[in-house]
């Protein structure tokens, strides 16, 4: 759908331009010509601007602000899942820094000029590999040549860095807080087609959980420079058999391929990353998320019910 949408206004832009440049450099010199030529006072025999070519004109010169903009400098996305909670909330309307990994090509994705590699810890947009007319967005865990593991009980990421000779390959890159009780519950709906279906809701610590909810740990998690919260569920464990298995790796062991990148999402246990699908190569980065412009207080595929305009700022 992303993809689309910028073909459908890249073409917009491209044909608007055509008839502005005809418009400037052929048609309108031609009826100034033929109008000085006509000898009559009658205002009915002035040629005038016909009004496809005016509206065409007009609307060019913002088609092409939105699309330099919007391809180039910064995108606005909506957070539609709850993968990256607390993070970042569905319903929240974000602002994607497009030039952060390169100067793309907006079509192809293709890198036109270089300008930077992620970090560990920063919140990407990028196009699902198995998929890439969706648009993920999740968090940097692994860089190109990281041992990466995750421990399914503790909730832990162990990443090894690449061990370059400025690096110390020993050290332990991520740490934890304990976990304490969040805000927020996770209910669950058990439908008659034997799916379930699932919410998130906030409610203060003194007041009790709905017989259908379970309310989420909340941990501090630090990589480097970089600390977030996550959210885990308690009392529940990844399914290790739906993990991506790499090559001469053990489940739950991932060593990062040169260009690529392991992601994850914040809410750990609602999230399907690179321990179920593998890795992001550096051509599906979109950019980097920045900020938050609005937020909507909503449920996944449903209305908004309020605003919540104390989310607005930047991301962490």
């Given at each position: 759908?992303?993809?689309?949408?910028?073909?459908?206004?890249?073409?917009?832009?491209?044909?608007?331009?055509?008839?502005?440049c005809?418009?400037?450099?052929?048609?309108?010199p031609?009826?100034?010509?033929?109008?000085?030529?006509?000898?009559?006072?009658?205002?009915?025999?002035?040629?005038?601007?016909?009004?496809?070519?005016?509206?065409?004109?007009?609307?060019?010169?913002?088609?092409?602000?939105?699309?330099?903009?919007?391809?180039?400098?910064y995108?606005?996305?909506?957070?539609?899942?709850?993968?990256?909670?607390?993070?970042?909330?569905?319903?929240?309307?974000?602002?994607?820094?497009?030039?952060?990994?390169g100067?793309?090509?907006?079509?192809?994705?293709?890198?036109?000029?270089?300008?930077?590699?992620?970090?560990?810890?920063?919140?990407?947009?990028?196009?699902?590999?198995?998929?890439?007319?969706?648009?993920?967005?999740?968090?940097?865990?692994?860089?190109?040549?990281?041992?990466?593991r995750?421990?399914?009980?503790?909730?832990?990421?162990?990443?090894?860095?690449?061990?370059?000779?400025?690096?110390?390959?020993?050290?332990?890159?991520?740490?934890?807080?304990?976990?304490?009780?969040?805000?927020?519950?996770?209910?669950?709906?058990?439908?008659?087609d034997?799916?379930?279906?699932?919410?998130?809701l906030?409610?203060?610590?003194?007041?009790?959980?709905?017989?259908?909810?379970?309310?989420q740990?909340?941990?501090?998690?630090?990589?480097?420079?970089?600390?977030?919260?996550?959210?885990?569920?308690?009392?529940?464990?990844?399914?290790?058999r739906?993990?991506?298995?790499?090559?001469?790796?053990?489940?739950?062991s991932?060593?990062?391929?040169?260009?690529?990148?392991?992601?994850?999402?914040?809410?750990?246990?609602?999230?399907?990353?690179?321990?179920?699908?593998g890795?992001?190569?550096?051509?599906?980065?979109?950019?980097k998320?920045?900020?938050?412009?609005?937020?909507?207080?909503?449920?996944?595929?449903?209305?908004?019910?309020?605003?919540?305009?104390?989310?607005?700022?930047s991301?962490?």
């Open positions: 759908m992303a993809n689309t949408f910028t073909l459908i206004l890249a073409l917009a832009t491209l044909l608007t331009g055509i008839i502005w005809i418009e400037r450099f052929i048609w309108a031609a009826r100034q010509k033929k109008n000085v030529a006509i000898s009559t006072e009658t205002a009915s025999d002035v040629i005038q601007q016909p009004c496809w070519i005016e509206t065409a004109v007009s609307i060019f010169p913002v088609l092409l602000i939105v699309f330099c903009v919007r391809s180039f400098v995108e606005p996305y909506q957070i539609p899942s709850g993968s990256m909670m607390p993070t970042l909330l569905i319903g929240d309307f974000i602002l994607v820094e497009k030039y952060a990994y100067i793309k090509d907006p079509i192809t994705q293709t890198t036109l000029i270089p300008t930077g590699h992620p970090k560990r810890g920063d919140v990407v947009v990028f196009k699902y590999p198995l998929d890439k007319k969706v648009d993920f967005i999740k968090r940097v865990i692994g860089l190109p040549g990281d041992h990466v995750y421990d399914p009980v503790r909730k832990e990421v162990h990443v090894q860095p690449s061990c370059q000779p400025d690096n110390d390959c020993d050290h332990q890159v991520m740490t934890y807080s304990t976990a304490q009780p969040s805000n927020f519950v996770q209910t669950f709906v058990f439908n008659r034997k799916n379930t279906s699932t919410a998130f906030q409610i203060p610590l003194q007041q009790s959980v709905p017989d259908n909810g379970i309310r740990n909340e941990r501090i998690e630090t990589a480097g420079s970089v600390s977030h919260p996550i959210l885990i569920l308690p009392g529940t464990a990844d399914q290790m739906s993990y991506y298995r790499q090559q001469g790796q053990p489940i739950g991932w060593v990062v391929p040169h260009g690529e990148y392991f992601m994850m999402g914040d809410n750990r246990d609602n999230s399907a990353d690179s321990r179920f699908w890795f992001v190569p550096e051509r599906n980065l979109v950019g998320a920045t900020a938050i412009w609005m937020s909507f207080e909503k449920q996944e595929n449903e209305w908004p019910t309020g605003v919540r305009l104390s989310r607005i700022g991301i962490d």
